[in-house]
Nanobody
Framework: QVRLVESGGGSVQAGGSLRLSCTASAYTNGLYCMAWFRQAPGQEREGIATISTLGRVTNYADSVKGRFTISRDNANDILYLQMNSLATEDTAIYSC???????????????????????WGQGTQVTVSS
């Protein structure tokens, strides 16, 4: 069982930056791919960034590519999302998720689909004002 807790959300003006953190309760280094998702009011959950078990490979949704950076501190089991050039359309609840890396699983380890996640955090609100 992996418990994930996000922090770092808040309110920021358009053009500003925020860094989100996701702390895992269990050892995730080398065992889990991680990802960030977001859900705006009235919209479906969107996968925006994912990172491999050791942090060597990343993938992003087009909506955040070039503005957001996912990274992980494996020594401390922390996942980060650096968000720059924030816009009002980035307003959402942001959640981190984990997917166990098992060679026998179909679909690979990196994931931007919510149905591929094994564990979820509770989410943190990000509000961007104009």
């Amino acid at each position: 069982q992996v418990r994930l807790v996000e922090s770092g959300g808040g309110s920021v003006q358009a053009g500003g930056s925020l860094r989100l953190s996701c702390t895992a309760s269990a050892y995730t280094n080398g065992l889990y791919c991680m990802a960030w998702f977001r859900q705006a009011p009235g919209q479906e959950r969107e996968g925006i960034a994912t990172i491999s078990t050791l942090g060597r490979v990343t993938n992003y949704a087009d909506s955040v590519k070039g503005r957001f950076t996912i990274s992980r501190d494996n020594a401390n089991d922390i996942l980060y999302l650096q968000m720059n050039s924030l816009a009002t359309e980035d307003t959402a609840i942001y959640s981190c998720a984990a997917r166990e890396a098992r060679p026998s699983r179909g679909g690979g380890c990196l994931f931007l689909r919510s149905d591929m996640a094994d564990y979820w955090g509770q989410g943190t609100q990000v509000t961007v004002s104009s």
